[in-house]
Structure formats: structure tokens, C-alpha cells
């Protein structure tokens, strides 16, 4: 494999994480913000791994006798593009010798984030656990195999309903992982569809200065149901962990808190208490 293709720094460490094989856990837990790696490790019996380069914070240490990782992404699925890709070569390839290894190792990845809730009955900080994620993003379709883990008939369905424009990027639509789901289905967190959007403003329906291309796409997407499912929020990262994680052969799950409720204008500033309790949740499951 070309040096270009899979780069490691002069250490030997991959090249955006900085980390090398073996100071990652094969439990993750995955946060957008650098910050929110220290809160969670806080609650670590101990630390043998700090690493920071860029928006890419990792701290690996003991939780209740079991290793976990905890890990920022920064924001966007270009972000999740380089971390999952990263993290997969970090087990599965040889890096001195950009070899893959015969066996491949399969990792837990549990995104914990923040998002904007879409439907009106949606309590502030709502626990929303992401049982698919739709991808407005476009990074999925870059890579071969999309159309056999993406759900055609769903995108199909969506396209219809929202009257959905050919500017605008390809949707798919990818579920999480069935083992996580199951076993992170507890008390006080609900279970519905999210978008991933390449944006924070126009690309979730925001106008401040600029106006969004489609202004009613929102209330098209609140409406919307399929197979009993609605979407229930907005956030940027999940449809490429999704996506990625199932080509890859990796459990994904993201649970997010609607801090901020589209549907009615509500925004909780003070979200910290929120985070802190969830990360103490995955922390327990994972």
C-alpha cells in the first residue's frame, strides 16, 4: 500500500489521531466536543492513555475494571471519516509494513452528542437513542457498497414525500447496530430516526442572513413517518458513523440530547448536567 494511502507519522502513530495499536480500547465512546473528553474521564478509575492532536482528543483508562476509550471528533462526517477509518486501520492493519492484518477485529463505537429535537412533544434534554441515521451529507456515497447496506425503499419513500430536489446531495439511510440497540433501550431514553446534515445553519433549515434552499423542507421532514417510525432530530455526525461502522464490520450507536427543540423554539443553555448524566449511563452499558 502506497505511503499516501494509509500515513503514519514518524513515531509510527496513524496520522490525524496520533495514536498508536494498542492505546485504543475496542469500547469507544465518541463525542464531538474536545472538552467532553475530560468530563467523562473524570469519572475513570484510572488513565494510561492522554492524546491530543488537532480536534482529535483521546483518553483510554479503567472504568468499574474494563477499559474504554473516550474520543472527540470534532464536528461533521468529514470528521467521522477520518476517526472511523483511523480507528479501523489501528486494529486491522499491520502500520509498519501498511499490510491488513487475516483477522479483523470489531469495535463498539457509542457516539454520545447533542442535537435539535424535530417534534413538538419532545422534552428539553430528551435522550433520543438514533435507531437510523439519514445521511444529507453525501459521504457514504463516495464508497462502494453503499446500496447493500442503505435502505432503498426508505430513501425512495423520502425523496417522494419531501419532494426532494436533485441540487440537493443524495440521502441515504443506514441503521444502527441491532446488538446496541437492544442493549441500550433503558428507561428515559427514546428510540426514533435522525438526519446527519453537512451544516449547521441552511442545512438544517436555519435563516439567519442566507435563506435555506428548500424553507419547507422542516415541516416536510416533521411529518413524515415510515413503518411507524418519525425522525425525530437533527445532528452532523451519525449517518457516516453508520455507515462506515457497517462496512467496516463495527457496532454503532448514537444517543444524542435534544437540547433545542426546532418544532417549538425551546433551547437549554445550561446542558452540561444533562451530558454529564448520560455519560455516566453509556459508561455503565458499554
Excluded at 95 to 109: A, K, Y
Excluded at 119 to 125: F, M, T
Excluded at 231 to 249: F, H
Aim: charged share 25%; net charge negative.
Amino acid at each position: 500500500m502506497k505511503e499516501t494511502e494509509l500515513i503514519t507519522n514518524n513515531d509510527g502513530s496513524i496520522f490525524h489521531l496520533w495514536l498508536k495499536p494498542g492505546e485504543v480500547s475496542e469500547k469507544i465512546i465518541i463525542v464531538g466536543d474536545p472538552g467532553r473528553v475530560e468530563m467523562i474521564g473524570q469519572n475513570l478509575d484510572s488513565i494510561r492513555i492522554k492524546r491530543i492532536n488537532r480536534e482529535f482528543f483521546t483518553i483510554t483508562g479503567i472504568y468499574k475494571g474494563k477499559e474504554v476509550s473516550i474520543i472527540s471528533s470534532g464536528i461533521g462526517t468529514d470528521n467521522i471519516d477520518i476517526l472511523i477509518n483511523e480507528l479501523d486501520a489501528l486494529f486491522n492493519y499491520d502500520l509498519n509494513n501498511r499490510i491488513q492484518l487475516n483477522e479483523r477485529t470489531s469495535l463498539t463505537l457509542v457516539r454520545l452528542g447533542t442535537s435539535g429535537g424535530l417534534q413538538p412533544d419532545l422534552l428539553p434534554g430528551q435522550a433520543i437513542i438514533s435507531e437510523k441515521a439519514i445521511g444529507f451529507d453525501a459521504v457514504m456515497n463516495y464508497y462502494r457498497g453503499i446500496e447493500d447496506i442503505t435502505d432503498i425503499e426508505f430513501e425512495s419513500e423520502f425523496m417522494k414525500y419531501t419532494a426532494w430536489s436533485a441540487r440537493l446531495p443524495y440521502p441515504y439511510i443506514i441503521g444502527a447496530s441491532d446488538e446496541l440497540l437492544n442493549k441500550f433501550l433503558v428507561t428515559g431514553f427514546i428510540k426514533g430516526m435522525t438526519i446527519s446534515t453537512p451544516g449547521f445553519y441552511a442545512p438544517q433549515g436555519r435563516k439567519l442572513s442566507l435563506a435555506p434552499y428548500d424553507g419547507e423542507l422542516n415541516d416536510k421532514i416533521m411529518t413524515f413517518r415510515y413503518k411507524g417510525s418519525r425522525i425525530l432530530n437533527y445532528e452532523m455526525e451519525s449517518s457516516a458513523l453508520y455507515g462506515l461502522s457497517a462496512l467496516l464490520g463495527h457496532k454503532a450507536l448514537t444517543i444524542c440530547a435534544a437540547i433545542g427543540n426546532r418544532a417549538t423554539g425551546k433551547f437549554i443553555n445550561d446542558y452540561k448536567p444533562i451530558m454529564n448524566d448520560l455519560s455516566l449511563k453509556i459508561l455503565d452499558i458499554i
